[in-house]
């Protein structure tokens, strides 16, 4: 975002334009469907949002890129090498009619690919976030209330030798999850492809009031996950204790985020 060393006169004419913009994007919701069953807001549905609103005002975003980071290797069990990159784009927008300019200002991207297309995957991912964080599209997701069913509830820990990660032998191991594909699925945008993660704890937890076992699961990329599902929770384990990547889904519910997926890498 803004850099305090870089940005020091605000124009007021433009900001004026793009608080404008701020006030007619509204919001955009999710309109792609990922292989592994979440939705995702695609790159193509904020730019056909946006572009006519910058048009109409007169105003360019040219992105300039800082910083490229290469990251380490994304191995498979089968030895299959993804490409991993980080990046850091500046973003200024230019008045058309008065030549006046704001930015740069910074987003970060990180993504890993199969194929070659790690890097063009981060840069997309900074634009995406960068747009929808400036102009405050939101998603339209509603969590709704649910049934309290997969809501993590703070409570007693199930009887253990220690709390920490678990170390237990781990049960039986899971068929083999197949290679990412290294092309683009129809109808798949692959930019919003998930990254692998490790992860660093997996705890098994008893919900005080239903008296019923799920499992806090906490992930590299910081993420806190919890699961009523034991066939999850269990894969979570031998996946922590035999230090292997996995790839996760999880759906946002009454503020928690629930585990709905684990596939290894």
């Known amino acids: ?34 292989q592994q069953g979440w939705m995702y807001r695609s790159e193509d549905a904020l730019m056909e949002r946006l572009r006519p609103l910058f048009a109409g005002e007169g105003i360019l975003c040219l992105p300039s890129e800082e910083s490229v980071t290469t990251l380490a290797l994304v191995r498979s069990t089968e030895g299959k090498e993804a490409s991993h990159f980080a990046v850091r784009v500046g973003y200024t927008f230019i008045d058309a009619a008065t030549g006046e300019a704001l930015g740069p200002c910074y ?7 199969w194929g070659d297309r790690a890097l063009q995957k981060a840069q997309t991912f900074a634009g995406k976030a960068f747009l929808s964080k400036v102009f405050m599209i939101s998603c339209g997701d ?11 509830t703070p409570g007693v820990q199930v009887p253990r030798k220690s709390d920490q990660p678990v170390t237990a032998t781990p049960p039986p191991p899971a068929p083999a999850a197949p290679e990412p594909p ?6 798949e945008d692959d930019d919003d492809l998930p990254l692998p993660v490790l992860l660093t704890s997996v705890t098994r937890k008893t919900s005080p009031k239903a008296k019923k076992l799920y499992f806090v699961i906490h992930t590299s990329d910081n993420k806190t996950l919890s699961t009523f599902d034991t066939t999850l929770g269990e894969l979570a384990e031998k996946a922590l204790a035999e230090k292997n990547p996995v790839m996760i889904g999880f759906e946002v519910k009454n503020g928690f985020m629930n585990l709905t997926a684990l596939e290894w890498m």
């Open 142 to 152: 509603d969590v709704g209330d649910g049934n309290g069913e997969g809501k993590t």
């Open 107 to 113: 987003m970060s991207g990180e993504a890993a690919d």
């Open 1 to 34: 975002m803004p850099d305090k060393d870089k940005i020091t006169v605000l124009v007021p004419g433009l900001v004026a334009k793009l608080t404008k913009i701020l006030g007619q994007v509204g919001g955009i919701p999710k309109d792609q469907k990922h």
């Open 182 to 187: 290294p092309d683009r699925e129809p109808g």
